[in-house]
């Protein structure tokens, strides 16, 4: 039997016949762009489903390797790519041509920082969020409302979700609900207090399906924010309004955006170590964080200091919250690793 | 006077898991008071550090009040992807 061709519009006859998307929405979802910042338990998924569903181009950022520990969660990967040590932007993208030729889909090996954020956004119609940490999603929310486009926030936590549409100019953006993010190390982290991957296939399709009422013409069918916990199977919406007074979309101050915010990270010369001092210093609780880390691997508290070693990395934290990542003189390896096991 | 209410959260540790809504008896007036009561008393296992409630499945402010028969979510937003 032969393979239809990948434009060929019986391709997408499904989506079509459900009436939800007419042939003029398949047509826009074919023009549209869109930027995942952060291909793992969500961009992955969020990926497969919207590049199956017919979109035009995607850009996949993410600075993260496959690793086996990944493959329980995120959908894309596979052994193979964890034996080739490939970028998750770089597998993703291969995964994805191989899924949908017609789709383009370019792949950034990096950190998605306040000097890329905006050369990025400007090019998509809409910013889709796979990050694993607080600071990128402060960024794409500043980014997002000062260019008036729509970003879709989603995060994840044992078996609970949550997800957030921005509608600039329409709806509360991320700093009207949560004006300021959590301080680092104060939140637990999927890799601390874990995740399933049921629950990662649930946001996503929450996600994927408001991108798809925005990109195929039903915007007005969009927007909200809703927690899901797929242990018991239930979901809330619960009212979210703008704020006049919000620093971000009220104030339109993108402290984010312009680096006023936000930890900084650096390489400390001779050392192979990087350096993570969080924007003022934060009060750690190296005790709580001990506790959290213990089953995860060799930590040690000697009232002064913190040290967690993973893998061939060691991770040094102070009570103010500066973090040190040993072995590594590469910024975005150390501030994953931050991210996975202190929070950021 | 006490308030019957009920608290929604995520237990993430224990032996039950997934979203969980207690019934609950408070003398708080506000959604602060009530967070640190149940901080204090340790009757409810919060194991995320809180930032936000959620009233009668609208978002609040920490000065809102509370009354009785409200549903208080207590949440904070998830890092997880």
């Not at chain 1, 890799?191 to 990109?215: C, F, H, P, S, Y």
């Not at chain 1, 915007?219 to 916990?229: N, Q, V, Y």
């Not at chain 1, 979309?249 to 390489?267: I, Q, V």
Request: glycine letters at 10%; one cysteine or more.
């Amino acid at each position: 039997m032969q393979t239809p061709p990948p434009g060929d519009p019986g391709r997408y006859a499904r989506q079509t016949a459900s009436g939800l998307i007419s042939p003029e929405g398949q047509r826009k979802l074919a023009g549209s762009s869109i930027l995942l910042v952060g291909c793992g338990a969500l961009g992955g998924p969020l990926a497969g489903l919207l590049v199956r569903a017919g979109v035009g181009g995607l850009v996949i950022a993410d600075r993260d390797v496959v690793e086996l520990h990944n493959l329980q969660s995120h959908q894309l990967y596979d052994e193979n790519d964890v034996r080739e040590r490939l970028p998750k932007a770089e597998a993703a993208a291969r995964r994805l041509r191989a899924i949908n030729s017609s789709v383009r889909v370019e792949a950034l090996v990096a950190d998605v920082t306040a000097g890329r954020i905006e050369g990025l956004a400007a090019r998509a119609d809409l910013i889709l969020d796979g990050t694993d940490n607080f600071e990128t999603r402060y960024l794409l929310n500043d980014a997002a409302v000062k260019l008036g486009k729509p970003w879709i926030y989603g995060g994840l936590l044992g078996t609970g979700g949550m997800t957030l549409t921005v509608l600039p100019g329409r709806g509360p953006c991320l700093r009207c609900l949560f004006p300021e993010p959590p301080a680092p190390g104060s939140q637990p982290t999927c890799d601390t207090r874990g995740v399933l991957n049921t629950a990662a296939a649930w946001v996503t399709a929450v996600q994927a399906t408001e991108a798809i009422k925005l990109l195929s013409g039903r915007e007005s069918e969009a927007g909200g924010f809703r927690i899901l916990d797929v242990w018991t199977g239930t979901a809330q919406s619960p009212v979210a309004e703008r704020k006049g007074d919000c620093p971000c979309c009220g104030r339109r101050d993108f402290e984010f955006l312009d680096a006023r915010r936000g930890s900084s990270a650096t390489r400390l010369c001779g050392r192979g170590a990087v350096q993570i001092m969080p924007e003022r210093p934060v009060r750690t609780d190296l005790v709580l964080l001990k506790e959290r880390l213990a089953p995860l691997g060799k930590v040690t508290h000697n009232g002064l200091l913190l040290e967690f070693t993973a893998g061939e990395r060691r991770l040094v934290v102070f009570p103010d919250g500066r973090v040190l990542v040993m072995g590594t003189k590469d910024i975005a390896e150390a501030r994953s690793l931050a991210a996975k096991y202190i929070g950021s | 006077m006490k308030k019957k209410i009920k608290v929604r959260y995520f237990a993430l540790v224990g032996e039950k898991r997934g979203i969980q809504t207690d019934d609950y008896e408070t003398s708080a007036s506000t959604a602060r008071e009530l967070l640190h009561e149940i901080e204090a008393s340790r009757v409810i296992p919060l194991t995320t550090n809180i930032t936000k409630a959620v009233i009668n499945d609208k978002f609040s402010d920490w000065d809102d009040t509370i009354n009785d028969g409200d549903l208080v979510t207590l949440l904070s937003p998830f890092s997880g992807g």
